[in-house]
């Protein structure tokens, strides 16, 4: 639950900054979709469906007449760059909630790959070997944030560690409060 740490950025966004219209992307049956405060879909469900891993939890989440699964399987960084830029972003940030990915659940996941259908064998394995801090974004401003040492781990079910994430979040988006308003205003 490391993503607990950006659900807090985006919390403190709202909250404390006034920053109310961030667009969210989440996975649906293998194909990513971008949503915006526009479709008007509960916040709650989003994050929900954004964080259904399929090899931990093995199930989707049901709305707006989708099921979702964790958007982050298969499509890379650049990838969602390349999308935002293509709708005329040019303030993005970024919450990257994932180091390299060691050796050992490197070859988990490797393994659990070669257990998928074909499409998402290749996706898994595009994610695993991609490095994540590499994108381009010509003509953007981009504020990429990389949190270290989060009380979280991804499969954290302690809620007192997960509280703690979400407000070490807000933390970090009051910190950067001064450049998030210059980026986002």
Not at 116 to 145: E, M, S, W, Y
Request: aromatic share 6%; hydrophobic share 45%.
């Amino acid at each position: 639950m490391k993503s607990a740490h950006g659900a807090g950025f985006l919390y403190a966004l709202a909250t404390e900054l006034g920053i109310t219209t961030p667009d969210i992307m989440i996975g649906s049956s293998g194909k990513t979709r971008y949503v915006s405060a526009a479709d008007s879909i509960d916040p709650f469900e989003i994050l929900r469906a954004s964080k259904a891993i399929p090899i931990l939890f093995r199930k989707r989440i049901l709305f707006s007449h989708h099921r979702y699964i964790d958007g982050e399987l298969g499509p890379v960084l650049q990838d969602h760059v390349a999308h935002v830029l293509a709708q005329d972003a040019r303030n993005i940030v970024i919450i990257n909630n994932f180091g390299p990915w060691a050796r050992a659940n490197s070859l988990i996941v490797r393994l659990w790959a070669h257990l998928t259908p074909l499409g998402l064998h290749d996706a898994v394995i595009r994610d695993i070997t991609t490095d994540i801090k590499l994108f381009h974004a010509p003509n953007a401003r981009v504020l990429f944030l990389s949190p270290q040492n989060l009380p979280c781990g991804t499969a954290t079910r302690n809620k007192a560690k997960i509280r703690a994430t979400l407000a070490r979040g807000v933390a970090n988006a009051l910190a950067l409060q001064d450049e998030l308003s210059v980026l986002l205003k």
